[in-house]
C-alpha cells in the first residue's frame, strides 16, 4: 500500500512568489492535514481537510491556503512568499474513523527555501 | 500557552542501554491521546507508539514504552535496547476530543536522540 506521497520534494522560490504544494493521502484515508516544520518554532498545525471542506486551521495568515479534490489529494498554495516561509511542509493523512487515538500517516515533505 | 513539552532539546545513549525521553502535557480535557513520533534525518515522520487517556495499562510497542503518569501529565516514552538506527528527532503530541470532535495533533518541540556507539 502506498504511502503519502508529497510533490515536490525541494522547491526553491524567491520573495513575492507563490507556490502550489500537492498531498497524495493514503488510499482511503479522507482526512488531509498540513504542517509547517521549522529550526525555530517546530511543527506547526496549518489546516486539515476533510471531505472537500476545510475543518481546523492554525494561526497563520491568509497568504497560507489549501485546497482538497474529491479524490481526496490536497494542495496548499503560499502566495507572496516570505523568506520566514522557508520551511518543511508535512502532510499527513487519516483514515477518520473516530476517537482520539486516531494516528497520523506523514509523507517525505516538501522542502522549501525562499531566496 | 504551551500544550506539549520537551525538556530535553538533546540527549546521548550507548548503543544497547535504555534511554528515557521526556514529555509533559497540558489539557483540561477528560479524553485525549498521547502520542510518539520518530523524525529521522531523512523528514518523513514515523509513528511510535499511542497511549489514550482512559488506558490503564502504559502503552508498549516493541523495544517503546510510553512511561503515562496521568496526574502528573506526563507521558515519557522509553526507548529499550538502543540501536544506532534510533538516533532521530523525536516529538511527543496530543490530540483533544472536545465536544465538536477531534482537535489538530499538536506537536512538542522535540527531542535529538544521539545513539553512541
Known amino acids: 500500500k502506498a504511502g503519502v506521497t508529497q510533490t515536490p520534494r525541494y522547491l526553491i522560490k524567491t520573495r513575492g512568489q507563490q507556490v502550489t504544494l500537492s498531498c497524495s493521502p493514503i488510499?482511503?484515508?479522507?482526512?488531509v492535514s498540513w504542517y509547517q516544520q521549522t529550526p525555530g518554532q517546530g511543527l506547526q498545525f496549518l489546516f486539515e481537510y476533510f471531505s472537500e471542506t476545510q475543518r481546523n486551521k492554525g494561526n497563520f495568515p491568509g497568504r497560507f491556503s489549501g485546497r482538497q479534490f474529491s479524490n481526496s489529494r490536497s494542495e496548499m498554495n503560499v502566495s507572496t512568499l516570505e523568506l520566514g516561509d522557508s520551511a518543511l511542509y508535512l502532510c499527513?493523512?487519516?483514515?477518520?474513523?473516530?476517537?482520539?487515538?486516531?494516528?497520523?500517516?506523514f509523507g517525505s515533505g516538501t522542502q522549501l527555501s525562499v531566496l | 500557552a504551551q500544550k506539549i513539552t520537551q525538556t530535553q532539546p538533546g540527549m546521548f545513549v550507548q548503543e544497547k542501554e535504555a534511554v528515557t525521553l521526556d514529555c509533559t502535557y497540558d489539557t483540561s480535557d477528560q479524553s485525549y491521546g498521547l502520542f510518539w513520533y520518530k523524525q529521522p534525518s531523512s523528514g518523513e515522520m514515523i509513528f511510535l507508539i499511542y497511549?489514550?487517556?482512559?488506558?490503564?495499562q502504559n502503552a508498549t510497542e516493541g523495544r517503546y514504552s510510553l512511561n503515562f503518569q496521568k496526574a502528573r501529565k506526563s507521558a515519557n516514552l522509553v526507548i529499550s535496547a538502543s540501536q544506532l538506527g534510533d538516533s532521530a528527532m523525536y516529538f511527543c503530541?496530543?490530540?483533544?476530543?472536545?465536544?465538536?470532535?477531534?482537535?489538530?495533533?499538536?506537536f512538542g518541540k522535540g527531542t535529538r536522540l544521539s545513539v553512541i556507539a
Open positions: 488510499s482511503g484515508h479522507r482526512s
Open positions: 499527513a493523512s487519516r483514515r477518520i474513523s473516530g476517537g482520539a487515538g486516531e494516528k497520523l500517516f
Open positions: 503530541a496530543m490530540r483533544e476530543l472536545t465536544s465538536s470532535g477531534n482537535t489538530p495533533l499538536v
Open positions: 497511549q489514550g487517556s482512559y488506558d490503564e
